[in-house]
C-alpha cells in the first residue's frame, strides 16, 4: 500500500458508528409508528364491526343436518358484502380468517372452523357458487377461491374458501348453483299456490 493511501484506510477503517442515541431514538419512533399503525387497524376493524351490529346471529346448523353430499376442507377467506369484494363484513366473528370444514347436504351448508365461530347456511338462503380469484384482503389465481353467495338477514354475502385440493371447486360450484335453483323454484311454487289458495276463499 502506497504511503498516500495509508491515512484513508485508516479513516475508512475507524468511521464506526457512535451516534447511538440518534440510532436508539430512530428504532424507538419506528415502532411508535408501528404500533400506532396497528392501533389504527384495530380501531377501524371495531368500528366497522359496530357499523354491522344490525346483521342477525349467525344460523346453527340443525340437528340432524342430512346425509353429506359434498364435503371439503380447506380455509375460510372472509366474507364481503355480495358483488362488493373490497366491503369486508366483520360483524358476528365472518372476519376471522381459519381453517375451515364444510359440509354441503340437502338441509344447507355447514361451516365448522376450528378456534372461530361456526354458521350454517339453510338451502333456502343459497343464493349461488362461483369461482373467482380475490375477496377482501386476498387475491389468488384464477378460480383460486370459492365464492358461496348466500342471503342473511337484508344482506347478501360473499363468502370465499380455499380447498385444500382446489380441484374440488368446480364440483362444490355446481352442486351449491343447483341446489339454490331447486330450493328457489320450490320457494316460488309454494308462494304461488298459497296466493292462489288465498284468492280463492
Not at 366483520?90 to 361451516?111: C, H, I, K, N, Y
Not at 350454517?120 to 384482503?137: E, M, N, W
Amino acid at each position: 500500500m502506497t504511503p498516500s493511501l495509508i491515512p484513508l484506510a485508516a479513516a475508512q477503517k475507524s468511521a464506526e458508528v457512535t451516534n447511538w442515541p440518534g440510532r436508539i431514538a430512530w428504532v424507538v419512533g419506528l415502532l411508535v409508528f408501528v404500533v400506532f399503525v396497528y392501533w389504527l387497524m384495530r380501531e377501524g376493524w371495531k368500528w366497522r364491526g359496530t357499523l354491522q351490529g344490525d346483521l342477525p346471529e349467525l344460523p346453527a346448523a340443525p340437528a340432524d343436518p342430512g346425509e353429506p353430499r359434498l364435503t371439503l376442507s380447506g380455509r375460510y377467506h372472509g366474507s364481503t358484502t355480495a358483488g362488493q369484494w373490497l366491503d369486508r363484513i366483520v360483524a358476528r366473528g365472518l372476519g376471522t380468517r381459519s381453517r375451515a370444514e364444510l359440509t354441503l347436504s340437502e338441509q344447507g351448508l355447514d361451516v365448522v372452523r376450528p378456534g372461530a365461530a361456526d354458521f350454517f347456511v339453510p338451502v333456502t338462503a343459497l343464493r349461488g357458487a362461483r369461482l373467482d380469484k380475490g375477496i377482501a384482503g386476498k387475491v389468488l389465481t384464477e378460480g383460486g377461491l370459492l365464492i358461496v353467495t348466500w342471503e342473511h338477514g337484508d344482506k347478501q354475502i360473499d363468502s370465499g374458501f380455499r380447498s385444500d385440493r382446489a380441484g374440488e371447486h368446480p364440483a362444490w360450484v355446481e352442486a351449491i348453483n343447483q341446489l339454490s335453483t331447486t330450493s328457489t323454484t320450490e320457494h316460488t311454487t309454494s308462494t304461488t299456490e298459497h296466493t292462489e289458495t288465498e284468492g280463492a276463499r
